[in-house]
């Protein structure tokens, strides 16, 4: 899945790639990449709240 809508796409996979500037910022689960300070500081935000969806 490629998607802007991070809350969307965390919520929703097992395993996940964040890109920054072309590169690859962090892989890894989603709770690994939410709790990340350098993830949350130029991606999800200081206010990012996790949410993982039950399928």
Do not use: C, S, W
């Not at 590169?23 to 990012?48: C, H, Q, S, T, W």
């Amino acid at each position: 899945i490629t998607d802007h809508n991070v809350q969307e796409t965390l919520a929703i996979t097992d395993k996940t790639y964040l890109m920054f500037e072309g590169k690859i910022l962090l892989e890894g689960v989603p709770e690994k990449l939410a709790e990340d300070e350098m993830v949350r500081k130029v991606y999800l935000g200081k206010n990012f709240e996790f949410k993982r969806k039950k399928l």
